[in-house]
């Protein structure tokens, strides 16, 4: 099946600075990426949907300001957290999907990103 | 309001005996279905998924999961359990009208499968 990897895997930071995290598909070309959040034990959230070339979509609550989603490439999104909290901690989980015009196209899922504001 | 419920926070089963990990949902429409599972410190893995046709779906390792209409439910189910099938399974539904485009997962259940 179609692999989505995500940099880096864990990352500890000190409040008030920003942290980028990637994810990539890796053979296929991503045409929607999705990122999503996960408390501990509890679902996963969407946060926002990105397609290659224009502004992401934020869910209601989101805001834009402080989670910069980048949706460059047909291979490449990213997702920077700016000024984070530690409020932000949390793991941070994208997926890639490959064609806008089949509804039911699967999504394939990162492995995740725990992130640790100190 | 769509959502999806997952009433069971954790199911406990014995291995080699059947397991149910039990999914409703309330969407508009008709959906499309799936389950994935997650392992700890790692991102979802796809497991089965409906469409349309049979209700009953067969996905990966063993796994099944039969569409019940009438009673808007999508239960993952297998005959036989292992160890190695203790993880975090998420159900989830994509609705079919307006070109949605998210999934909509329920809370997710932890499934504990005991030697």
């Known amino acids: 099946g179609a692999v989505v990897s995500q940099h880096p895997s864990r990352v500890i930071c000190k409040s008030g600075t920003s942290v980028k995290i990637e994810c990539r598909s890796l053979?296929?070309?991503?045409?929607?990426m999705f990122w999503y959040r996960q408390f501990p034990k509890q679902s996963l959230m969407l946060m926002a949907t990105s397609n290659e070339g224009s502004k992401a979509t934020y869910e209601q609550g989101v805001e834009k300001d402080k989670f910069l989603i980048n949706h460059a490439s047909l291979t490449l999104s990213t997702l920077t957290v700016t000024s984070a909290h530690p409020e932000d901690s949390s793991f941070y989980i994208c997926s890639a999907r490959a064609g806008t015009s089949d509804p039911i196209s699967e999504q394939f899922f990162g492995p995740g990103t725990r992130l640790t504001v100190l | 309001a769509q959502s999806v419920a997952q009433p069971e926070d954790q199911v406990n089963v014995a291995e080699g005996n059947p397991l149910t990990v039990k999914c409703t949902y309330s969407?508009?429409?008709?959906?499309?279905l799936f389950w994935y599972v997650q392992y700890p410190n790692r991102g979802l893995q796809f497991l089965l998924k409906?469409?349309?046709?049979?209700?009953l779906v067969k996905g990966s390792y063993g796994f099944e999961a039969e569409f019940n209409k009438s009673q808007t439910s999508f239960h993952l189910k297998k005959p036989s359990a292992l160890v190695s099938d203790s993880a975090l399974y998420f159900c989830?539904?994509?609705?079919?009208?307006?070109?949605?485009?998210?999934?909509?997962f329920g809370a997710g259940t932890r499934l504990a499968v005991h030697p």
């Open positions: 969407v508009s429409g008709n959906p499309y």
């Open positions: 053979d296929f070309q991503a045409t929607t």
């Open positions: 989830a539904v994509r609705p079919f009208s307006g070109g949605y485009n998210k999934l909509i």
């Open positions: 409906y469409i349309t046709g049979d209700n």
